[in-house]
Protein backbone atom coordinates (compact mmCIF):
# COMPACT_ATOMS: atom_id res chain seq x y z
CA UNK A 1 0.00 0.00 0.00
CA UNK A 2 2.81 2.42 0.58
CA UNK A 3 4.65 2.03 -2.47
CA UNK A 4 1.12 2.72 -4.30
CA UNK A 5 0.20 5.96 -2.44
CA UNK A 6 4.28 7.26 -2.90
CA UNK A 7 3.36 6.76 -6.94
CA UNK A 8 0.00 8.09 -7.05
CA UNK A 9 0.37 11.90 -4.62
CA UNK A 10 1.61 14.85 -5.23
CA UNK A 11 5.33 15.22 -3.50
CA UNK A 12 4.07 18.11 -1.47
CA UNK A 13 1.35 16.04 0.23
CA UNK A 14 3.44 12.95 0.51
CA UNK A 15 4.42 13.28 3.95
CA UNK A 16 1.20 14.41 5.20
CA UNK A 17 -0.32 11.19 3.60
CA UNK A 18 2.18 9.14 5.36
CA UNK A 19 1.60 11.08 9.01
CA UNK A 20 -2.46 9.91 8.41
CA UNK A 21 -1.40 6.14 7.63
CA UNK A 22 0.82 6.28 11.27
CA UNK A 23 -1.86 7.71 13.20
CA UNK A 24 -3.94 5.63 11.66
CA UNK A 25 -2.22 2.42 12.29
CA UNK A 26 -1.49 4.26 15.90
CA UNK A 27 -4.73 4.74 17.13
CA UNK A 28 -5.96 1.03 15.92
CA UNK A 29 -3.16 -0.40 17.67
CA UNK A 30 -4.24 1.28 20.64
CA UNK A 31 -7.87 0.16 19.89
CA UNK A 32 -6.84 -3.15 19.94
CA UNK A 33 -4.93 -2.79 23.34
CA UNK A 34 -8.52 -1.48 24.90
CA UNK A 35 -10.43 -4.23 23.39
CA UNK A 36 -8.10 -6.74 24.83
CA UNK A 37 -7.72 -5.15 27.68
CA UNK A 38 -11.62 -4.94 28.37
CA UNK A 39 -12.13 -8.50 26.91
CA UNK A 40 -10.29 -10.06 29.91
CA UNK A 41 -12.82 -8.50 32.28
CA UNK A 42 -16.02 -9.90 30.87
CA UNK A 43 -17.59 -13.94 31.47
CA UNK A 44 -16.09 -15.81 28.56
CA UNK A 45 -13.62 -13.26 27.06
CA UNK A 46 -15.93 -10.79 25.46
CA UNK A 47 -19.01 -9.42 24.71
CA UNK A 48 -20.42 -12.77 21.90
CA UNK A 49 -19.53 -14.60 25.06
CA UNK A 50 -16.69 -16.87 22.64
CA UNK A 51 -14.87 -17.93 25.38
CA UNK A 52 -11.77 -16.55 23.82
CA UNK A 53 -9.04 -14.87 26.42
CA UNK A 54 -6.72 -12.88 25.59
CA UNK A 55 -3.90 -14.80 27.04
CA UNK A 56 -1.11 -15.89 26.92
CA UNK A 57 -1.23 -19.18 28.78
CA UNK A 58 2.06 -20.18 30.58
CA UNK A 59 4.39 -21.73 27.97
CA UNK A 60 5.45 -24.97 30.15
CA UNK A 61 3.48 -26.95 32.78
CA UNK A 62 2.63 -24.31 35.52
CA UNK A 63 3.10 -23.89 38.91
CA UNK A 64 0.35 -22.60 41.49
CA UNK A 65 1.01 -19.13 42.21
CA UNK A 66 -1.05 -18.27 44.98
CA UNK A 67 -4.21 -19.83 46.52
CA UNK A 68 -7.00 -17.88 48.53
CA UNK A 69 -9.86 -19.68 50.36
CA UNK A 70 -13.48 -18.76 50.45
CA UNK A 71 -16.31 -19.82 52.41
CA UNK A 72 -18.48 -20.55 50.23
CA UNK A 73 -18.17 -22.70 46.79
CA UNK A 74 -16.67 -20.63 43.89
CA UNK A 75 -18.25 -22.21 40.70
CA UNK A 76 -18.23 -19.21 38.77
CA UNK A 77 -15.44 -17.20 36.67
CA UNK A 78 -12.43 -15.17 37.74
CA UNK A 79 -13.00 -11.88 36.45
CA UNK A 80 -9.22 -10.13 35.79
CA UNK A 81 -8.60 -6.35 35.12
CA UNK A 82 -6.20 -3.68 35.80
CA UNK A 83 -4.02 -6.05 38.41
CA UNK A 84 -7.18 -7.01 39.77
CA UNK A 85 -9.10 -10.57 40.39
CA UNK A 86 -13.13 -10.27 40.98
CA UNK A 87 -14.69 -13.32 42.64
CA UNK A 88 -18.19 -14.12 43.75
CA UNK A 89 -18.25 -17.19 45.61
CA UNK A 90 -21.66 -19.37 46.32
CA UNK A 91 -22.88 -16.67 49.04
CA UNK A 92 -23.17 -12.94 49.51
CA UNK A 93 -19.65 -11.40 49.18
CA UNK A 94 -17.88 -10.15 46.25
CA UNK A 95 -14.38 -9.65 46.29
CA UNK A 96 -11.26 -7.98 44.86
CA UNK A 97 -7.79 -9.66 45.05
CA UNK A 98 -4.74 -8.50 43.90
CA UNK A 99 -3.67 -10.84 40.96
CA UNK A 100 -0.12 -11.26 41.33
CA UNK A 101 -0.14 -11.84 45.50
CA UNK A 102 -4.18 -13.24 45.84
CA UNK A 103 -3.94 -10.57 48.97
CA UNK A 104 -8.05 -9.06 49.04
CA UNK A 105 -7.71 -5.31 48.35
CA UNK A 106 -11.96 -5.00 49.24
CA UNK A 107 -15.25 -6.97 49.62
CA UNK A 108 -19.11 -6.07 49.13
CA UNK A 109 -22.11 -7.92 49.69
CA UNK A 110 -24.20 -8.15 46.67
CA UNK A 111 -26.24 -11.47 48.19
CA UNK A 112 -27.01 -13.96 45.40
CA UNK A 113 -25.45 -16.91 44.27
CA UNK A 114 -22.32 -16.95 42.18
CA UNK A 115 -22.70 -15.07 39.08
CA UNK A 116 -19.03 -13.41 37.71
CA UNK A 117 -19.53 -10.01 37.31
CA UNK A 118 -18.04 -7.56 34.72
CA UNK A 119 -16.03 -4.77 35.26
CA UNK A 120 -15.95 -1.72 31.76
CA UNK A 121 -14.59 1.61 32.62
CA UNK A 122 -13.52 0.97 35.93
CA UNK A 123 -16.74 0.02 37.45
CA UNK A 124 -17.70 -3.45 38.67
CA UNK A 125 -20.97 -4.42 37.48
CA UNK A 126 -22.51 -7.68 39.68
CA UNK A 127 -25.68 -9.23 39.83
CA UNK A 128 -27.53 -10.69 43.50
CA UNK A 129 -30.57 -11.01 45.23
CA UNK A 130 -32.08 -11.93 48.43
CA UNK A 131 -32.17 -15.40 49.93
CA UNK A 132 -35.36 -16.51 48.53
CA UNK A 133 -34.62 -15.04 45.40
CA UNK A 134 -37.87 -13.64 44.73
CA UNK A 135 -35.93 -9.97 43.75
CA UNK A 136 -32.91 -9.03 42.72
CA UNK A 137 -30.61 -5.97 42.91
CA UNK A 138 -27.75 -5.13 39.97
CA UNK A 139 -24.82 -3.03 41.32
CA UNK A 140 -22.31 -0.77 39.95
CA UNK A 141 -19.34 -0.64 42.28
CA UNK A 142 -15.95 1.49 42.02
CA UNK A 143 -13.51 -0.89 40.43
CA UNK A 144 -10.70 0.87 42.92
CA UNK A 145 -12.61 1.35 46.05
CA UNK A 146 -15.53 -1.06 46.05
CA UNK A 147 -17.68 1.82 46.52
CA UNK A 148 -21.56 1.75 45.67
CA UNK A 149 -22.34 4.12 42.71
CA UNK A 150 -25.78 2.96 42.39
CA UNK A 151 -28.00 0.28 42.29
CA UNK A 152 -31.06 -1.12 40.74
CA UNK A 153 -33.70 -3.42 42.09
CA UNK A 154 -35.28 -6.26 39.90
CA UNK A 155 -38.42 -8.44 40.29
CA UNK A 156 -36.78 -11.34 39.73
CA UNK A 157 -33.37 -11.97 41.92
CA UNK A 158 -30.45 -12.37 39.46
CA UNK A 159 -28.58 -15.29 40.79
CA UNK A 160 -26.74 -17.18 37.87
CA UNK A 161 -26.64 -14.21 34.87
CA UNK A 162 -22.84 -12.81 34.31
CA UNK A 163 -23.86 -9.11 33.09
CA UNK A 164 -22.83 -8.17 29.84
CA UNK A 165 -21.87 -4.16 29.17
CA UNK A 166 -22.16 -2.86 25.29
CA UNK A 167 -22.61 0.91 24.30
CA UNK A 168 -23.06 2.31 27.71
CA UNK A 169 -26.13 -0.60 28.91
CA UNK A 170 -26.12 -3.40 30.83
CA UNK A 171 -27.81 -6.84 29.93
CA UNK A 172 -28.44 -8.77 32.79
CA UNK A 173 -30.96 -12.26 32.89
CA UNK A 174 -32.79 -12.88 36.25
CA UNK A 175 -35.45 -15.71 37.50
CA UNK A 176 -37.33 -16.44 40.62
CA UNK A 177 -36.52 -19.57 43.06
CA UNK A 178 -39.60 -21.82 42.00
CA UNK A 179 -38.60 -21.11 38.55
CA UNK A 180 -42.06 -20.13 37.43
CA UNK A 181 -40.71 -17.07 35.63
CA UNK A 182 -38.16 -14.43 34.85
CA UNK A 183 -36.97 -11.42 32.65
CA UNK A 184 -33.51 -10.19 30.73
CA UNK A 185 -33.23 -6.43 31.70
CA UNK A 186 -31.12 -3.70 29.97
CA UNK A 187 -30.08 -1.27 32.59
CA UNK A 188 -28.19 2.37 31.95
CA UNK A 189 -24.97 1.45 32.90
CA UNK A 190 -24.15 5.71 33.85
CA UNK A 191 -27.21 5.97 36.05
CA UNK A 192 -28.61 2.50 36.86
CA UNK A 193 -32.44 3.84 35.16
CA UNK A 194 -33.93 0.74 33.18
CA UNK A 195 -34.13 1.11 29.57
CA UNK A 196 -36.20 -1.59 29.32
CA UNK A 197 -37.64 -5.51 30.46
CA UNK A 198 -37.93 -8.36 28.28
CA UNK A 199 -40.39 -10.83 30.40
CA UNK A 200 -38.98 -14.51 28.80
CA UNK A 201 -42.14 -16.34 30.55
CA UNK A 202 -39.27 -18.37 32.49
CA UNK A 203 -35.81 -18.01 34.54
CA UNK A 204 -32.88 -16.37 32.52
CA UNK A 205 -30.09 -17.88 34.56
CA UNK A 206 -28.37 -17.87 31.02
CA UNK A 207 -25.38 -14.98 30.56
CA UNK A 208 -26.96 -12.79 27.78
CA UNK A 209 -24.33 -12.76 24.54
CA UNK A 210 -24.55 -9.56 22.56
CA UNK A 211 -23.66 -9.39 18.49
CA UNK A 212 -24.38 -6.57 16.01
CA UNK A 213 -27.38 -4.43 17.56
CA UNK A 214 -29.11 -8.17 19.24
CA UNK A 215 -28.92 -9.89 22.53
CA UNK A 216 -28.99 -13.57 22.82
CA UNK A 217 -29.89 -15.76 25.84
CA UNK A 218 -30.97 -19.01 27.36
CA UNK A 219 -34.07 -20.10 29.49
CA UNK A 220 -35.73 -22.31 31.37
CA UNK A 221 -35.30 -24.05 34.88
CA UNK A 222 -32.98 -26.16 35.86
CA UNK A 223 -35.48 -29.00 36.59
CA UNK A 224 -37.00 -28.27 33.26
CA UNK A 225 -37.33 -30.47 30.68
CA UNK A 226 -37.82 -27.92 27.86
CA UNK A 227 -36.12 -24.25 27.50
CA UNK A 228 -35.73 -21.73 24.95
CA UNK A 229 -32.58 -19.75 23.16
CA UNK A 230 -34.25 -16.06 22.70
CA UNK A 231 -32.60 -13.15 20.10
CA UNK A 232 -33.88 -9.44 21.92
CA UNK A 233 -33.36 -6.34 19.97
CA UNK A 234 -30.71 -4.88 22.08
CA UNK A 235 -32.09 -0.66 21.68
CA UNK A 236 -36.01 -1.84 22.03
CA UNK A 237 -35.68 -4.91 23.70
CA UNK A 238 -38.15 -6.66 21.24
CA UNK A 239 -38.32 -10.19 20.93
CA UNK A 240 -36.41 -11.08 16.85
CA UNK A 241 -37.07 -14.77 17.71
CA UNK A 242 -36.95 -17.67 19.80
CA UNK A 243 -35.81 -21.12 19.28
CA UNK A 244 -37.29 -24.03 21.32
CA UNK A 245 -35.55 -27.16 22.23
CA UNK A 246 -37.95 -29.93 24.16
CA UNK A 247 -34.21 -31.76 25.76
CA UNK A 248 -33.04 -29.50 28.45
CA UNK A 249 -33.06 -25.56 29.71
CA UNK A 250 -30.56 -23.33 27.73
CA UNK A 251 -29.13 -22.23 31.18
CA UNK A 252 -25.32 -21.44 29.91
CA UNK A 253 -24.09 -19.00 28.14
CA UNK A 254 -24.40 -18.89 24.06
CA UNK A 255 -21.80 -17.86 21.66
CA UNK A 256 -21.99 -15.97 18.49
CA UNK A 257 -19.78 -16.00 16.05
CA UNK A 258 -19.77 -15.57 12.08
CA UNK A 259 -23.44 -15.33 11.81
CA UNK A 260 -24.39 -18.56 13.92
CA UNK A 261 -25.47 -18.96 17.24
CA UNK A 262 -24.43 -21.92 19.36
CA UNK A 263 -26.26 -22.87 22.68
CA UNK A 264 -26.61 -26.15 24.67
CA UNK A 265 -29.18 -27.94 26.40
CA UNK A 266 -27.97 -31.38 26.17
CA UNK A 267 -27.24 -30.95 22.74
CA UNK A 268 -25.38 -28.80 21.10
CA UNK A 269 -27.58 -26.54 18.47
CA UNK A 270 -26.20 -24.34 16.02
CA UNK A 271 -28.91 -21.82 14.84
CA UNK A 272 -29.02 -18.93 12.38
CA UNK A 273 -28.36 -15.56 13.89
CA UNK A 274 -30.64 -13.72 12.03
CA UNK A 275 -33.57 -16.06 11.10
CA UNK A 276 -33.53 -18.43 14.04
CA UNK A 277 -33.21 -21.89 12.00
CA UNK A 278 -31.69 -24.32 12.96
CA UNK A 279 -28.25 -25.17 11.21
CA UNK A 280 -27.07 -28.18 12.79
CA UNK A 281 -26.79 -30.16 15.99
CA UNK A 282 -24.79 -32.07 17.62
CA UNK A 283 -26.18 -34.72 20.19
CA UNK A 284 -24.99 -37.90 21.88
CA UNK A 285 -27.72 -40.35 23.21
CA UNK A 286 -25.08 -41.63 25.77
CA UNK A 287 -23.64 -38.14 26.35
CA UNK A 288 -25.02 -34.89 27.40
CA UNK A 289 -22.97 -31.25 26.16
CA UNK A 290 -24.40 -29.12 28.50
CA UNK A 291 -21.05 -26.63 28.77
CA UNK A 292 -21.27 -23.39 27.54
CA UNK A 293 -19.33 -23.57 24.09
CA UNK A 294 -16.72 -21.59 22.84
CA UNK A 295 -15.98 -20.70 19.32
CA UNK A 296 -12.38 -19.82 17.55
CA UNK A 297 -11.05 -20.26 14.10
CA UNK A 298 -14.20 -21.64 12.67
CA UNK A 299 -13.92 -24.61 15.59
CA UNK A 300 -16.62 -25.02 18.16
CA UNK A 301 -15.81 -26.93 21.50
CA UNK A 302 -17.62 -28.25 24.33
CA UNK A 303 -17.37 -30.20 27.25
CA UNK A 304 -19.46 -32.61 29.05
CA UNK A 305 -18.25 -36.39 29.55
CA UNK A 306 -15.79 -35.58 26.83
CA UNK A 307 -14.13 -32.55 25.57
CA UNK A 308 -15.37 -32.33 21.77
CA UNK A 309 -13.74 -30.07 18.48
CA UNK A 310 -16.83 -29.71 15.80
CA UNK A 311 -16.52 -27.39 12.66
CA UNK A 312 -18.79 -24.07 13.50
CA UNK A 313 -20.11 -24.64 9.83
CA UNK A 314 -21.23 -27.82 9.80
CA UNK A 315 -21.06 -29.97 12.86
CA UNK A 316 -18.64 -32.57 11.59
CA UNK A 317 -16.73 -33.59 14.41
CA UNK A 318 -12.81 -32.52 14.42
CA UNK A 319 -11.40 -34.41 17.50
CA UNK A 320 -12.39 -35.94 20.46
CA UNK A 321 -10.25 -36.12 23.90
CA UNK A 322 -11.92 -38.71 26.06
CA UNK A 323 -9.37 -38.53 28.88
CA UNK A 324 -10.33 -36.21 31.43
CA UNK A 325 -11.22 -38.89 33.95
CA UNK A 326 -14.29 -36.83 34.80
CA UNK A 327 -16.84 -34.51 33.75
CA UNK A 328 -15.07 -31.38 32.01
CA UNK A 329 -16.22 -27.81 32.42
CA UNK A 330 -16.69 -24.67 30.79
CA UNK A 331 -14.04 -25.04 28.21
CA UNK A 332 -12.05 -21.40 27.24
CA UNK A 333 -9.80 -20.74 24.49
CA UNK A 334 -5.97 -18.91 24.30
CA UNK A 335 -3.06 -19.07 21.75
CA UNK A 336 -4.07 -22.51 20.53
CA UNK A 337 -4.80 -23.75 23.81
CA UNK A 338 -7.82 -25.31 24.84
CA UNK A 339 -8.26 -25.09 28.92
CA UNK A 340 -10.85 -26.78 31.00
CA UNK A 341 -11.20 -27.86 34.40
CA UNK A 342 -12.86 -30.87 35.22
CA UNK A 343 -14.92 -32.40 38.25
CA UNK A 344 -11.74 -34.61 39.22
CA UNK A 345 -9.94 -31.51 40.35
CA UNK A 346 -7.84 -31.20 37.47
CA UNK A 347 -7.31 -28.27 35.10
CA UNK A 348 -6.23 -29.46 31.49
CA UNK A 349 -4.60 -27.86 28.74
CA UNK A 350 -5.53 -29.30 25.60
CA UNK A 351 -3.84 -28.49 21.54
CA UNK A 352 -6.90 -27.00 20.18
CA UNK A 353 -5.42 -28.03 16.44
CA UNK A 354 -4.80 -32.00 17.37
CA UNK A 355 -7.06 -32.42 20.35
CA UNK A 356 -4.12 -33.63 22.68
CA UNK A 357 -3.41 -33.23 25.68
CA UNK A 358 -0.05 -30.65 26.54
CA UNK A 359 -0.42 -30.54 30.29
CA UNK A 360 -2.61 -31.40 33.51
CA UNK A 361 -2.34 -29.24 36.79
CA UNK A 362 -3.94 -31.50 39.91
CA UNK A 363 -5.34 -29.07 42.84
CA UNK A 364 -3.64 -30.36 45.88
CA UNK A 365 -5.33 -28.62 49.00
CA UNK A 366 -3.78 -29.70 52.53
CA UNK A 367 -6.21 -30.74 54.95
CA UNK A 368 -8.86 -30.65 52.47
CA UNK A 369 -11.47 -33.65 52.49
CA UNK A 370 -13.84 -34.82 50.22
CA UNK A 371 -13.78 -34.32 46.32
CA UNK A 372 -12.36 -31.41 44.81
CA UNK A 373 -14.34 -29.82 41.61
CA UNK A 374 -13.19 -27.34 38.66
CA UNK A 375 -16.77 -26.02 37.56
CA UNK A 376 -15.67 -22.26 36.76
CA UNK A 377 -14.36 -20.79 33.17
CA UNK A 378 -10.76 -19.84 33.16
CA UNK A 379 -9.23 -16.74 32.86
CA UNK A 380 -6.07 -16.67 30.64
CA UNK A 381 -3.74 -13.53 30.82
CA UNK A 382 -0.60 -12.70 30.81
CA UNK A 383 0.68 -16.03 31.34
CA UNK A 384 -1.20 -17.47 34.53
CA UNK A 385 -4.47 -18.93 34.41
CA UNK A 386 -7.32 -17.34 37.13
CA UNK A 387 -9.77 -20.39 38.39
CA UNK A 388 -12.08 -21.36 41.18
CA UNK A 389 -12.36 -24.35 43.14
CA UNK A 390 -14.82 -26.42 46.26
CA UNK A 391 -15.47 -29.20 47.77
CA UNK A 392 -18.36 -31.22 46.75
CA UNK A 393 -19.38 -32.59 50.43
CA UNK A 394 -21.95 -30.87 52.31
CA UNK A 395 -19.54 -29.96 55.63
CA UNK A 396 -16.78 -29.39 53.42
CA UNK A 397 -18.43 -26.86 50.91
CA UNK A 398 -14.90 -24.14 50.97
CA UNK A 399 -14.20 -22.37 47.99
CA UNK A 400 -10.89 -21.44 47.04
CA UNK A 401 -9.39 -19.26 44.33
CA UNK A 402 -6.32 -20.24 42.44
CA UNK A 403 -3.67 -18.80 40.16
CA UNK A 404 -1.27 -20.80 38.62
CA UNK A 405 1.53 -20.24 36.17
CA UNK A 406 5.40 -20.32 35.44
CA UNK A 407 7.20 -19.10 38.23
CA UNK A 408 9.54 -16.17 36.85
Not at 32 to 51: D, H, Q, V, Y
Not at 88 to 100: S, Y
Not at 133 to 161: K, M, N, P, V
Amino acid sequence: MGNRLHKRLPTGIQALALLVIVLVMTSTNVLSAAESRSASSLFRGNPARTGEQPGPGPRNEPQELWQVTLDAPLLSSVIVAEGVAYVKAWGETLRALDAETGKEIWSFTTGGLDTAPAVVGGVVYAGGSNQEETQGTLYALDARSGQEIWRHETAYALSDSSPVVVDGVVYIGGGNGDETGGALYAVDAASGEEVWTFDAGMPIWSSPAVAKGVLYVGGGGLEWGRGALFAIDADRGDEVWRFEVNDGAVVTSPAVSNGLVYATSSSLYAIDAKSGEEVWTHADEKDSFDTAPAVVDDVVYVGGSKLVALDADTGETVWTFTDAGAYVAIPVVADGVIYAGTYHAELLAIDAESGKERWRFRVEIKGSAGDRQIESSPAVIDGVIYFGSFVTEADQASGMVHAIGVTR
